[in-house]
């Protein structure tokens, strides 16, 4: 099944971007990088305080542990220092489990962003491309208007108005979106995904492919790529 959401369909979107098409398609451009950039940002604020709490924790640990080690007069001992060595490998141990956690449940987040707004964005930057005829007149000089907004002329590249026309940058601006939304989301899905191939069959548990999981969890290890052929054909 097909999934598409498209934000400024929902209520109160149109007030993001009024009633110029040329607006409405830059906010929907920007959509996907401004909740990638609000997803990072929280994350990356959880990720200080978890790291934090765990610094505060060992270093708590650690001083509790010299505190008996000076007791006991086994500072310098061998078992003292093995224990100390314990205590490190513990707390990297949590630090790397939580930053797994930590991962994975972001790289979740965003892969629902990509995967609900991908369908949309895509289809949005074709738009651009959409020109229609209107009837009359030869093939040379029949007026050409964009087919979602017919109140937008679309300039043809060759012709002496293309460099004043505000279709022409916007078409240009499309053509580099093309290699960004549909072709550049699905191609570097799959870069990782073949990447982390032989992870993905062999021990799809593994904490550090935890971000790619929502990718692969429902489909054979053999079928690893068929989400990226799914998003394609939407």
């Known amino acids: 099944a097909v999934v598409n959401l498209e934000v400024l369909s929902l209520p109160g979107g149109a007030c993001l971007a009024g009633d110029n098409y040329y607006y409405r398609w830059i906010v929907k451009m920007l959509i996907m990088p401004a909740f990638g950039v609000l997803v990072y940002a929280i994350y990356r604020f959880e990720y200080y305080t978890a790291m934090r709490e765990l610094s505060s924790s060992a270093d708590r ?87 979602v907004a017919m109140g937008n002329e679309c300039a043809g590249l060759l012709s002496d108005e293309a460099w004043a026309s505000p279709y022409f940058k916007y078409r240009v601006s499309a053509w580099v979106l093309v290699f960004v939304y549909p072709l550049g989301i699905p191609a570097s899905l799959a870069r990782t995904l073949y990447k982390n191939r032989e992870t993905i069959q062999k021990n799809p548990d593994y904490i550090t492919i935890g971000g790619i999981k929502p990718l692969f969890i429902f489909y054979k290890p053999d079928c690893y790529y068929w989400e990226v052929c799914f998003m394609v054909q939407k």
């Open 61 to 147: 640990a650690r001083r509790e542990r010299k505190l008996q080690g000076k007791k006991s007069q086994e500072e310098h001992s061998p078992l003292y220092a093995a224990e100390l060595a314990l205590d490190n490998l513990s707390h990297k141990l949590k630090m790397t489990v939580k930053i797994g956690f930590l991962r994975s449940r972001y790289c979740d987040i965003m892969f629902m962003i990509v995967y609900l707004l991908y369908p949309g964005t895509a289809a949005t930057v074709f738009q651009m491309f959409h020109c229609r005829g209107l009837e009359g007149g030869s093939s040379e000089s029949q007026l050409q208007l964009l087919e």
